[in-house]
């Protein structure tokens, strides 16, 4: 066996090279902000590089010492530090991330010399010049695959963390970016592949589905494939595999939590009370959006006489209040004090279907192995949906909750062995483990 | 009905909690000297290594307790009146019972050389010794860990974890040897190594040397090694924790001494967890069981008795799991350190040094007796079901995936496993002795 002890950083040493790593980003977000004042318009390529080799360049040095560490998992510290407990620099990082949604969504002319810093990436791509979405296309898609890579360190021990990750970076990259940037430059509709009705709730308004008709036989394919993924593929994969196929594999939202948010899904509340508060909210707003959708098409068959001059006011309420304020700026922005899953959580009407059917009609169930668990409370702690998984496993009995994501971090920071995610047999997924002993 | 339960560790609070949940009308007290409420104390070292904060060691929500009519107490218990029914507290207060359940746990073991009261000189059990550990241990930069078991090695990854350098002393030819066969023992011991902790074998400690103002500053080895450092962990195993119980009429040993039923001496007073010794404990079956597990079942077997379900305490198959730093340990049946006449023994092995699988075998039927596994996760009612069958070792390794836990997209390690075996096999080279 090769002597690791020398390649091996100590924690000192690690704590050094991620300080780096850290104030190169910190670096990027500065460049970024001197751009937004001006000088972004009059060096765009300039600033393009700098900010996003600052972010590359942080975001892989703060990785180094995940990559040099030996397997496993490592959560030192996070609890005594401010970044990532809550404390005041946890609270900037929130405060800054709520503070560039709400200029992004609201206030755009304040981004222009930033936004044009992506002008000349954006004529490669899309064939025209940038905007503020294309601008935060480009910075979330950057996150996802820096933190990516920065997850993939973290859980290097863990093959189905790195598979996973690896293909939630592939569709962020692939689908949520490149595809829908060259469909433009090819004058095709701008289209998700990878996001569904209700998530994306308007690509079953009647709107869109007119304005993808009359693009002719690709607009056709993306009605038809929309249709297919929200009525017949989610519930053959959720049964399948569970909501994890999606969440935590496919979607962007979740792309953008796994990664970006990793190091705050401790702070995801744990209490009943959550529990409580999260159930009246995202089976609402299911409701809504599905109520908002059948009468739009209502409306729209009887020639706008239902909702007259009203038409459209139900999906523009929707679109500021869950689209923009919640998804964004709560859903993200709040990431550092609520933890990583917010708006997958508390929001998400294509989180609420996939769980009722994941909780009702799966194969999918972490499964606890007997009678091993010891109470410790890291499952608990590090589940970003809040789920507190110990309270299954302590007795027994199998996690099967409409909220869970399927990312795997229970399992993966237990440290018993304790938690198995596996798609099985659907008929026995709630009996609990017994003692042989008990049983005769 | 009045049940009061002294202690609100895992057995304690499991016994609370199940008879709450057959009997809704009889009134139950746990009293504690140690938390305000029931924390896991097997995360202890995650919060000092910020895993966790003590918040998130509570298994249940504070609000459980009232809405379950579970009082809490926080005292210690001074004195036990079994004639009058009832105990003392150290706040002078008192309180009767109609049944008493001690379960009290364990107090770390004493070295009984010299300095061992020095400061920073301590052993590892309660939430008292994680606060003292974490004062000691603030602005140091070396530290050493006596003892080879269980806690040393969680001592030793606390400490390393705070970038402290740290010195293992360890009495056996490799780490936990007194439990772990050789191999595993080795794997085990070069991991440790391997996150740069300095490992003594074969060494005992002679004394703890103080500075000038009573603090450690080395110990000296029995070769008459000096190590300097500035914490000295001790962890050379517990022992009941049953000094109040002095001056009761309770028969103790080095435990509280206990049936199958898990009664005591004295009518309506019984033990479990830590605390109990069982008087004739079933062949093969330590008196005194020190487990999370063991007091989590016997607390289950307790709640029945007092609930009227008079049933012995089954502890069923043995199993036990651990985490060596970054290598998860899983055990079932029975796996000696040492061979008897009686058992074969198969070992694999990855190449990397950092995975093991052991099946113990009976020599003449070829049944399985236990299982090692290191960095290797198995399910526990698959292993447990052919210890119980008897299932041969040829069935046991042909079947292997079945018990697989591994995460999904893991390396199916059983192939080689097969593949080794099959090898050994042929060539008869399985371990005997």
């Known amino acids: 066996m090769p002597d690791q002890s020398l390649s091996i950083a100590k924690p000192s040493e690690s704590h050094f090279i991620q300080k780096v790593g850290a104030t190169l980003a910190a670096a990027a977000i500065l460049c970024a902000f001197i751009a937004a004042f001006g000088p972004g318009k009059a060096h765009p390529l300039l600033f393009f590089f700098l900010i996003t080799g600052l972010i590359a360049a942080g975001g892989i040095t703060y990785s180094i010492p995940y990559y040099k560490a030996i397997p496993g998992i490592k959560n030192n510290g996070i609890m005594q530090n401010p970044a990532t407990s809550r404390g005041a620099i946890a609270w900037g990082i929130g405060v800054l991330m709520t503070g560039f949604y709400i200029i992004l969504y609201w206030y755009p002319y304040y981004l222009e010399g930033l936004i044009r810093t992506m002008d000349p990436l954006s004529l490669i791509l899309r064939g025209k010049i940038s905007d503020q979405w294309f601008l935060y296309g480009t910075f979330y898609t950057l996150a996802v695959l820096i933190m990516g890579l920065r997850f993939i360190g973290k859980y290097k021990h863990s093959r189905y963390q790195i598979f996973r990750t690896i293909s939630v970076m592939f569709f962020q990259l692939g689908f949520a970016f490149l595809i829908p940037a060259f469909l433009q430059k090819l004058n095709q509709p701008e289209f998700y592949f990878s996001y569904f009705w209700p998530l994306k709730y308007s690509y079953l308004f009647p709107d869109d589905i007119n304005y993808l008709i009359s693009s002719g036989n690709i607009g056709i394919f993306m009605i038809f494939w929309g249709l297919m993924m929200t009525f017949i593929a989610t519930p053959i994969l959720t049964y399948n595999y569970g909501k994890r196929w999606y969440c935590s594999w496919v979607c962007g939202c979740g792309a953008l939590a796994e990664t970006l948010g990793d190091p705050y899904r401790q702070n995801s509340d744990k209490t009943l009370k959550a529990w409580k508060i999260e159930r009246w909210m995202i089976y609402p707003i299911l409701a809504f959006i599905t109520l908002t959708t059948i009468l739009l098409w209502l409306n729209s068959w009887k020639s706008g006489t239902i909702l007259g001059t009203f038409s459209g006011l139900f999906s523009q309420w929707y679109g500021f209040l869950i689209g923009s304020a919640f998804s964004g700026v709560i859903g993200t922005g709040f990431y550092p004090i609520m933890g990583s899953r917010v708006w997958c959580r508390f929001g998400c009407p294509m989180a609420a279907i996939l769980g009722l059917l994941q909780r009702f009609k799966s194969r999918f169930r972490i499964t606890t192995n007997g009678g091993q668990c010891i109470s410790c409370g890291n499952c608990s702690t590090y589940c970003e949906m809040g789920i507190d998984v110990r309270a299954y496993a302590q007795k027994g009995e199998n996690i099967i909750r409409s909220s869970c994501v399927g990312c795997g971090v229970c399992s993966s920071v237990c440290p018993r062995g304790v938690l198995r995610l596996e798609n099985i047999r659907e008929e026995d997924r709630f009996i609990p483990y017994t003692r042989y002993e008990d049983k005769i | ?433």
């Not at chain 2, 070396?142 to 806690?151: D, F, K, Q, T």
Request: aromatic residues 10%; glycine residues 6%; hydrophobic residues 35%.
């Open chain 2, 1 to 433: 009905m009045n049940i009061v339960i002294i202690g609100n560790g895992i057995t304690g609070i499991t016994c609370a909690r199940n008879i709450r949940k057959q009997l809704s009308d009889v009134r139950i007290t746990v009293i504690s000297g140690e938390s305000d409420y029931f924390y896991s104390r097997t995360a202890l070292m995650y919060i000092y290594m910020g895993h966790m904060k003590f918040e998130n060691t509570k298994p249940y929500e504070d609000w459980f307790w009232q809405k379950n009519r579970i009082d809490l107490v926080k005292s210690h218990v001074t004195c036990l009146n079994t004639d009058s029914k009832s105990i003392e507290l150290d706040t002078n207060r008192t309180i009767s019972y109609d049944k008493l359940i001690i379960a009290s746990g364990s107090k770390p073991n004493k070295s009984g050389l010299r300095g061992e009261n020095l400061k920073g000189v301590q052993g590892l059990y309660n939430l008292q010794d994680l606060k003292e550990m974490t004062l000691n241990t603030s602005e140091i930069n070396s530290a050493v860990v006596v003892g080879g078991g269980l806690i040393g090695i969680e001592m030793a990854e606390m400490l390393h974890s705070r970038n402290i350098d740290v010195t293992m002393i360890v009495r056996e030819k490799a780490y936990w040897n007194n439990v772990l066969p050789l191999e595993e023992a080795k794997l085990i011991s070069r991991h440790i190594s391997a996150h740069g902790i300095n490992v003594l074998l074969e060494t005992e400690l002679k004394e703890f040397i103080p500075d000038e103002n009573g603090r450690v500053k080395a110990v000296q080895t029995d070769s008459d090694k000096i190590i300097p450092c500035q914490f000295a962990g001790v962890t050379i195993g517990v022992s009941p924790n049953i000094d109040f119980l002095k001056e009761s009429p309770l028969e103790t040993d080095r435990g509280i001494l206990v049936n199958e039923y898990l009664e005591t001496n004295i009518p309506d007073v019984y033990a479990a967890g830590d605390c109990a010794q069982f008087r004739n404990p079933k062949a093969g079956h330590p008196a005194i069981e020190q487990l999370w597990y063991t007091g989590k079942m016997q607390a289950e077997a307790l709640a029945e008795i007092i609930y009227g379900n008079k049933k012995v305490y089954n502890r069923g198959i043995w199993f036990n799991s651990a985490k060596f730093f970054n290598i998860e340990y899983q055990t079932y049946g029975e796996v000696n350190p040492e061979l008897n006449d009686h058992t074969q023994s198969f070992y694999w092995e990855h190449p990397n040094g950092n995975l093991a699988f052991r099946a113990n075998f009976s020599k003449v039927s070829k049944c399985i007796k236990g299982f090692n596994f290191l960095g290797i996760r198995f399910r526990q009612v698959i292993a447990e079901d052919w210890i119980r069958n008897h299932k041969t070792i040829e069935y046991v390794i042909e079947n292997l995936n079945q018990g697989w836990f591994d995460p999904e997209f893991s390396i199916p390690y059983y192939n080689d496993i097969k593949h080794m075996f099959s090898i050994s096999e042929n060539n008869n080279t399985f371990c005997t002795d």
